[in-house]
């Protein structure tokens, strides 16, 4: 019997949303690399459902003067994980989100190509949460075992692949606890 979830590349574990703003990967393209993100809408500002709106394309950019500068802007992230650890999905993993833009990773260019993007609910001022960690840890572990090209050296934030223009997940982000979660036998 196939599993339809695994052949899908939908996760189980988390609530699926379906984006418009994916497409297809090149064929000749391993999944390598997984890119860590923040984001939150407006800046600084949690528990809205505007993120969810900007990645399905349907975001009122008139509810806030921030939105403004979002209008016609198109992009997605394979996974998005709320404050409170809720995992949300939405672009299938082999298929191309849009959440790396101008990028580059160990001399090879257009990481959307090539990687899965997951945007942690947050911004660069702000400590992440204990569930988000939990939940990145977790899913973590299931990308891993279905592309297991993605190593720990293989995991990296925003900021390191598109240095001049970006800056997330920041400061706050935990990197030594994170590799150390993944790295436990006890999560």
């Known amino acids: 019997m196939v599993n339809r979830q695994a052949d899908s590349g939908i996760l189980a574990s988390a609530d699926f949303l379906s984006s418009p703003h994916f497409d297809d990967r090149p064929s000749d393209v391993d999944i390598d ?3 860590i993100h923040c ?4 800046p600084e500002q949690y528990g809205a459902d505007y993120v969810e709106d900007f990645f399905l394309g349907k975001l009122d950019c008139s509810l806030h003067p921030y939105f403004q500068k979002l209008i016609s802007v198109r992009v997605s992230a394979h996974l998005y994980i709320r404050r409170d650890g809720r995992l949300i999905q939405f672009v299938p993993l082999a298929k191309r989100a849009w959440h790396a833009g101008l990028s580059e990773f160990a001399g090879q260019s257009r990481c959307n190509d090539f990687s899965i ?8 001022n702000h400590p992440y949460t ?5 939940c990145l840890t977790n899913v973590t572990r299931d990308i891993q075992t279905r592309y297991p090209l993605i190593t720990q050296a293989r995991i990296t934030g925003h900021s390191d692949i598109a240095p001049n223009r970006k800056d997330d997940p920041g400061p706050y982000f935990d ?13």
Do not use: T
Request: hydrophobic share 40%.
């Open 175 to 187: 990197w030594q606890h994170y590799f150390a979660c993944l790295n436990s036998k006890d999560n």
């Open 33 to 35: 690399l997984l890119v």
């Open 39 to 42: 984001i939150s809408l407006p």
């Open 117 to 124: 993007g997951i945007e942690l609910e947050g911004d660069v």
């Open 130 to 134: 204990a569930a988000q960690y939990q």
